[in-house]
């Protein structure tokens, strides 16, 4: 029969077929289904019509129970399948005689024979025969179902008789193998031919594309969003399951296809067996020949010079010699290369100091051919060959890294200084070249039985004031060194200040809680003075209208001493509600200000001698207070807690600064009579001198090994002195420039002892003479000692 003949015969059939003259036996099988029955019953199917596309001249690849036949699957058939292959061999014969002549019976055998083969080949030829119902599909052909691309539409028998007679007339030999049997290209299972665009141009056709014959790909139904869920729920492979745009389905990713996912989300190789490293094989040079590939000498003309050569090279001098060719510009280098370490490169770039390159490092043992036995490594053997050579293993990265070196030098020549320790330390100055300062001791002052707490200068100079333990107030002559008056008092002395003030001769001293104005009256003294204050602080000074507040009232009151205490010289009597630790005068002699470290908010009080009055100046107060001190020139309030230093503003009254100490627990402070610098000891063994524009960086000074009590500024020269328990006054010279850029001068000078201790006790208090460069100290030995 003809060619011709056998596509209209074809092409009629398919006509029937597609007119709906005959009976459609089309399925539509879902490639996520986990049915393991069998679903090639047309009655028990719920699919409509609408759904259902036939797709002519092309071979399904699934067979009727619902599962997906793959080219290396595993058929098992029983009896009844062998009978309906025979069934469908005599339907075939039957259709050949009718077209072709009865001759022919070589070429029916041979149809047959490869009917077998392609079934054998293909797993399934796709041909719909309602008999082979039976047909078990192994489990291995299950796990791979998941690896096709879409929907697989079952075709009509006709289509499969006509693409088994294609196949018939195209293979010649029954004995030579089909060459697209196992062909499993991406290009045959692609069903959908729109090409690379984009699938969002079919969102408004019921189609998403178009088949291999042209005819349209209807999009299948994908449910609602409560499909959706319920999908998610009840389908353990949804986690696996990825939408196919271009058929418009749900696709199973098998194990393999998600490890290549996951290998390369993560950048690395998709398959596990690929080995990255694997190692190289030299083809050309790996296997040495005895003999050549070719043994062709070389021709002659391969050793002798081309003479078209030698005429290009005669023609070019000719043309140069003759000015035709002119060479007068040189091309521009793109990249010019110099040597930096080169002396000519240097000077020709202006660099005249001698940069030298940087030494490369000198090999060690480990690069040595035949080190000697005890310099290799523990167990190791020397090397046979200068490449088995540990040094030679990081060759290469040795030479980059002196590259890099080389690079990366500095341009700056920096000249190596050759200092040794004592040169670090700075030149200090002669103490010789710092005098005056006191260096020895001149008078000591004995009377008192007890520790002497607390001594005071008066502003003339020539009295001196002690409180001692043993409750009695002591009043030397500095010239002399003789007791001129003591005055028995009812408590321990804590403190005694002379008013600053030439016109008034009074002495104030605390006794607990109270704070006790006292006149000693002694015959040194000018009479005038003397009969000034008695005058002063015979009468009561009216209040006026003044009321004092409530606050004030409960914490301190103001009294008149009594007949017996007017005698002992007492003038006025200040009575607290605390004990009290200290009494500070200010410069004008009229105010003073009282510490009372228990006191809590009322632990610092300012009062008026004047006017017998008093304040409280702190609505709270953040710590304990240790000591108060007034600015020498400014009206400014530097109130000490143990850890911080508050400078407060009394005329605007707010805070100016607050100073965090380099110290754990502070004792006392000094302020210099310039009033830029102060100066703070600690019970930590720390003498820090601090700028009051510079406070965040103190100077420290450890010149003690135990408890710092006492430090005081001298009011003339630039000297200041520190006491502790150890029993040694540090002298110490300290200059103030008038630059503030510029750092003071403190240099300690000298180191004076002299007192013994009492109860891990020595040298609580020192003061300077107003105006001479004397030194006075009070220890826990009851006695005062006169420096000079």
Not at 213 to 233: A, H, V, W
Not at 286 to 292: A, F, G, Q, R, S
Not at 355 to 380: C, D, F, Q, T, V
Not at 560 to 570: H, I, N, Q, R
Request: charged share 30%.
């Amino acid at each position: 029969m003809s060619e011709k003949r056998k596509r209209e015969e074809i092409s009629d059939s398919q006509k029937d077929i597609l007119s709906g003259d005959g009976e459609k036996v089309n399925y539509m099988v879902n490639i996520n289904t986990d049915d393991d029955g069998d679903s090639s019953n047309s009655e028990g199917s719920d699919i409509d019509d609408d759904d259902i596309e036939d797709v002519s001249g092309d071979e399904a690849e699934e067979s009727d129970d619902g599962e997906v036949d793959s080219l290396d699957g595993d058929y098992t058939f029983d009896d009844n399948e062998e009978e309906g292959e025979d069934d469908d061999e005599e339907e075939e014969k039957d259709d050949n005689e009718e077209r072709e002549d009865d001759n022919d019976d070589k070429n029916e055998t041979e149809n047959k024979t490869k009917v077998k083969v392609d079934a054998k080949g293909d797993g399934d030829s796709g041909i719909d025969d309602p008999s082979q119902e039976k047909l078990k599909i192994s489990k291995s052909k299950k796990n791979l179902s998941g690896k096709l691309s879409g929907l697989r539409l079952q075709t009509t028998k006709a289509d499969n008789v006509a693409s088994k007679q294609e196949n018939q007339n195209s293979s010649q030999d029954l004995g030579k193998p089909d060459e697209y049997a196992e062909d499993s290209s991406d290009e045959e299972d692609l069903r959908n031919t729109i090409g690379n665009v984009p699938v969002k141009w079919y969102d408004e056709y019921p189609h998403l594309g178009y088949d291999l014959e042209g005819k349209q790909i209807i999009k299948p139904k994908r449910g609602d969003t409560l499909d959706n869920f319920l999908n998610r729920l009840e389908n353990p492979d949804f986690d696996r399951t990825v939408f196919d745009k271009q058929t418009g389905q749900d696709v199973r990713l098998s194990d393999e296809d998600l490890a290549t996912v996951k290998s390369l989300m993560t950048n690395r190789v998709p398959s596990a067996d690929y080995d990255y490293y694997a190692p190289w094989v030299d083809h050309f040079t790996h296997e040495v020949m005895e003999m050549p590939l070719t043994g062709r000498t070389e021709s002659k003309k391969s050793f002798v010079p081309p003479k078209y050569e030698a005429t290009y090279v005669a023609k070019r001098a000719e043309q140069i010699r003759r000015g035709l060719i002119q060479y007068t510009k040189k091309k521009e280098e793109r990249y010019r290369y110099y040597n930096l370490w080169s002396d000519a490169e240097r000077t020709k770039r202006g660099i005249s100091n001698h940069l030298p390159a940087p030494k490369i490092r000198l090999p060690g043992h480990g690069e040595s051919y035949n080190p000697p036995i005890e310099y290799l490594p523990l167990g190791a053997e020397p090397p046979d060959c200068l490449r088995r050579v540990p040094g030679w293993k990081s060759f290469v990265k040795d030479r980059w890294e002196r590259c890099l070196d080389l690079y990366c030098a500095p341009r700056q020549q920096v000249m190596r200084v050759t200092a040794s320790a004592k040169d670090l330390i700075p030149e200090l100055p002669k103490p010789q070249d710092l005098r005056p300062f006191p260096t020895v001791e001149g008078l000591i002052f004995r009377g008192h039985r007890s520790i002497i707490r607390s001594i005071s200068i008066h502003p003339l100079g020539k009295f001196l004031a002690s409180g001692s333990d043993d409750q009695t107030v002591k009043i030397w002559e500095i010239s002399t060194g003789r007791c001129l008056r003591s005055f028995d008092v009812e408590a321990a002395v804590k403190c005694v200040a002379w008013n600053p003030s030439n016109k008034l001769f009074l002495l104030g001293i605390v006794l607990e809680s109270k704070v006790i104005f006292m006149n000693p009256e002694t015959y040194l003294t000018d009479k005038v003075v003397v009969q000034q204050t008695n005058s002063v602080f015979k009468e009561e000074p009216d209040q006026g209208d003044y009321i004092q507040p409530e606050r004030v009232k409960t914490a301190v009151t103001w009294r008149k001493p009594t007949g017996d205490e007017w005698a002992k010289g007492y003038r006025v009597v200040v009575d607290h509600f605390r004990s009290v630790k200290q009494i500070v005068w200010h410069k004008q002699g009229d105010y003073f200000a009282t510490v009372i470290p228990e006191g809590d908010h009322r632990s610092v009080l300012m009062h008026q001698l004047s006017r017998w009055r008093s304040q409280v100046p702190f609505n709270k107060c953040k710590g304990r207070v240790q000591t108060v001190q007034f600015h020498p020139k400014l009206p400014f309030l530097f109130v000490v807690t143990q850890g911080h230093i508050r400078v407060y503003n009394l005329q605007k009254q707010r805070m100016l600064k607050k100073v965090q100490a380099n110290s754990r627990w502070i004792s006392s402070i000094a302020i210099h009579p310039g009033g830029e610098h102060f100066l703070i000891g600690g019970y930590d063994r720390k003498l820090n001198w601090f700028e009051m524009e510079c406070t965040r960086r103190p100077h420290l000074l450890r010149y003690h090994r135990t408890a710092v009590r006492s430090v005081a500024f001298h009011r003339k020269y630039p000297l200041f002195a520190s006491a502790a328990d150890e029993g040694r006054v540090i002298i110490s010279h300290g200059m103030v420039y008038n630059d503030w850029l510029k750092d003071p001068f403190l240099v300690p000078v000298k180191e004076l002892k002299g007192h013994s201790k009492f109860e891990d006790y020595c040298v609580l208090d020192l003061t300077w003479h107003p105006y001479e460069p004397y030194l006075f100290t009070a220890g826990a030995d009851s006695t005062i000692r006169l420096w000079h």
